[in-house]
Each structure stands twice: as structure tokens, then as C-alpha cells.
């Protein structure tokens, strides 16, 4: 008490000395002025991914970050969506979702965690001499696992594919890109999409296809579409395989003939090295009958049953 006493009277006399009330910071609100891009790491139909280093001291030791922004001349509607994904992504906390790290400027950015090795569509080609197919079936583990999350709080991702599940190191992915993630909290279990010029339709269900109905569900067909390019280490497109197999066509017309052939009962062939049991759980997940929960589960089944 003695003590806090004579330091209140040295403060008294020596008013510089008396410690200056620190004004709060959000951790999470990044400055526009000491965020420095570095390099373009995507870009996609109205926005893009940059590589930034947040250095406020200004002597390059600050953290790279990577920044999700709109293209300047995008409209409205478009900037709502950015404000949407980073509502959701904000809310989301699992070691296979990529984590959110805050916002910044007025023109609203994301600011993620940067992962440096990219997504699997980078990352795989290079790497396919070091990556067994055992580490192939584990990253589809830890999607399922972050799907699986996603799902029990309610939204459909809608744009999981390769290039959307980015690489934290060898051993561990993350689920990136919650541009189209929708709710299906208000709706009957499913929600119906309305403008629909960008989907990417070769990763789509039927039901997304033929009546813009996306499910919990639907996930699990781009699940599967996923599989595909992750076992052919994502040299093979599912872009070219299914154009090759309905032929030359353009516009809607490509969607019609794809959704015939799916009913056809036409599938991506299986990769070459995946095992007839994988697949035969794979051709189980393009059912969709399944949701993730049940899918991780035949995932485990089929590795403990035999070790890759
Ligand atoms: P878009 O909506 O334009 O598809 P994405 O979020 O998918 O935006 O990002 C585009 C690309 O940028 C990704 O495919 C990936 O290569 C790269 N990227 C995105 N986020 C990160 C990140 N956090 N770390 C490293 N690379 C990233
Ligand atoms: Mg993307």
C-alpha cells in the first residue's frame, strides 16, 4: 500500500512519467496504409487473391497475409457477396477451414491466413512423386472432416473442387473459397440458386443442374468430382473429360447434355491408381445419398481395412 502510495506521489510530481492510457486495437481491423501487396496469388470472375505483408512498423517483418478483393469495376451486388463470405468465413473454426484474420479498407477486403503452398491444383502436379496415394486419401479425410463441420452449421459450400482446398504444409489441407457458400438455415433443407452465370456446372449435381436445388448433399457430388482430381493429382480436368464425352457443343446446350448423361448413368472414369475400393465408395458418394458424416465413415472403414 506504501508503495502504491509514494508512486502515485512521484507520478503527481512528474506527470511524464504517469502511463498514457493505451487506446484499444482490434486485431482483427487491418490498416489499407501498411498493408504492401506482393504478388497476385488468383484471380477469379470478380475478384482476386493477393499476397500481402501487413507491416506496420514498415521494416518488412510484418506477417504475409493473403487478401480477397473485388475487381474496381465490380457492382453491388458482388461487393455483398465478399461482405457475405467474410460473415460466414469469420464464424468458422476448424483446422480444415482456412482461417479468417480480419478485414480491411472501405472498398471491404478479406484478409485470410496465407497458405504458401497454394491449392491442390498447384500444388499436386509438382508434388506427385512425393505424395503416396495413402496422403491423396488423407487430404480427402480432412475434407470430409471440414465439410462435415460446414455442414453442421448449416451452409452448403457449393464450389468445392481442387483449386478451392488450399495446402497449410505435406500432410494437412484447408477448404478455401466460401464465394458461393449459401445458408440453409430459413430454407426446407435445401436453397435455390437464381443467378446461376458462373457455376461451376461440371462439379454439380443433378438436382443443382436441373432445378438450381442445392443440398447439404450436393456437397458430397462435388465431393466426389474432387476425388477425381485429387487421385489424378490434378492432371486430369474434369472440364475436358466430361466435354470430351458429350461432344462439341456450346452454351446451354453443354449443361442439357451433361445432365443427360449423368442420367445416362455416365461417370468420370475411375483414375488411373485408384484402388477398385476407393472407388467403389466413390461411385457411393456420386449417389450423394450419403452426407459427409456417413462418407468419412466408409472413408475409415475402407483405411483401416487395408493401410495405403
Ligand atoms: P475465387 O473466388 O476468385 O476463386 P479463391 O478464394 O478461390 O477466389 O482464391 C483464388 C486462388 O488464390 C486460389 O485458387 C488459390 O490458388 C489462391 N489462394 C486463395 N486463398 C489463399 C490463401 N489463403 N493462401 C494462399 N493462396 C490462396
Ligand atoms: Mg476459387
Known sequence: RAIVRDIDMLEEKNPSIKPKPTTEVDPT??????????MELG???????????YDPRGDRTGELVAVKSLKPETCEEKSNNLSREIDILKALYHENIVKYKGICGQAIKLIMEFLPLGSLTEYLPKNKNKTSLSTLLSYSIQICEGMDYLGSRNYIHRDLAARNVLLENDHVVKIGDFGLTKSIKDNEGYYIVRDDDVSPVFWYAPECLTHCKFYLA?????????MYEILTYCEKNPVSCFKEMIGKTQGQMVVLRLVQLLKDGKRL?????????????????????????STRSLFFNHLSYRTY
Do not use: A, Q
Open 269 to 293: 472414369p475411375r483414375p488411373e491408381g485408384c484402388p477398385e475400393p476407393v472407388r467403389m465408395n466413390y461411385s457411393l458418394f456420386s449417389h450423394h445419398k450419403h452426407g459427409f458424416t
Open 43 to 53: 484471380k477469379g470472375h470478380f475478384g482476386r487473391v493477393d499476397l500481402c505483408r
Open 29 to 38: 481491423v487491418f490498416e489499407k496504409r501498411f498493408l504492401k501487396t506482393i
Open 218 to 226: 450436393s456437397d458430397v457430388w462435388s465431393f466426389g468430382v474432387t
